[in-house]
């Protein structure tokens, strides 16, 4: 297996961590985004979209999702579990992950798309689009923030995918500056704590 990787960009992050937290080790071969090695012929047969992170199996096939690698990895190395071990821990997992990628994730993705200068000469930017994400982002993070309250990691007491995919959304926030309410003291807490560990430098 190889796994074709973009230091700097949050999906490939956060497959990195999730590999770390695991103790999974797959040879990476970095593909970079900046120059549009994604774009070119050679990539778009293993990922028509051009996106990162792809998993290449030993018989040349691909998958080109971030978690489904994930579950695949998941189903060949299930310890530490990564998804939950009952019904409702797997749904809580699941649930809290979504929250994070779609309402957090794609929030500060929309905003680095329509404020960067880098992104500048590749779409139309919109400061509307932009300021619009930023007000959605503020109340997801409060609601992400009440639901993580005291405990230790995103989604109970153990991490989990939802611990990678926030950490490589805030990771992502960092760079695109886009501050996190300080008011959210539970995700800051959170945050703080996550760096210390060993998977957040993968």
């Known amino acids: 297996m190889k796994i074709y990787d ?22 990476c071969e970095q593909v970079n985004l900046v120059s549009g090695e994604n774009r070119q012929p050679p990539f778009l047969k293993k990922n028509p979209l051009g996106g990162l992170p792809v998993l290449e199996l030993d018989d040349g096939t691909c998958l080109t999702e971030s978690l489904a690698i994930m579950q695949y990895l998941e189903e060949l190395h299930p310890t530490p579990p990564m998804i939950g071990t009952t019904p409702l821990e797997r749904a809580r997992v699941r649930e809290m992950e979504r929250i994070v990628e779609f309402g957090v994730m794609s929030r500060v993705a929309t905003v680095f798309q329509n404020t960067h200068p880098f992104m500048a000469n590749r779409l139309k930017q919109s400061p509307d689009a932009a300021e619009n994400a930023r007000n959605q982002l503020g109340t997801i993070l409060k609601t992400v923030d009440a639901r993580i309250g005291e405990k230790a990691f995103a ?37 703080g704590d996550f760096k210390k560990r060993p998977s957040a430098s993968a």
């Open 6 to 27: 973009f230091v700097g960009a949050p999906n490939p992050k956060k497959l990195r961590v999730y590999l770390a937290e695991k103790g999974i080790t797959i040879p």
């Open 155 to 191: 989604a109970g007491e153990r991490p989990s995918i939802a611990d990678c995919t926030l950490y490589a959304a805030f990771e992502f926030a960092d760079f695109a500056q886009v501050p996190i309410d300080p008011a959210c003291t539970n995700l800051a807490r959170w945050y």
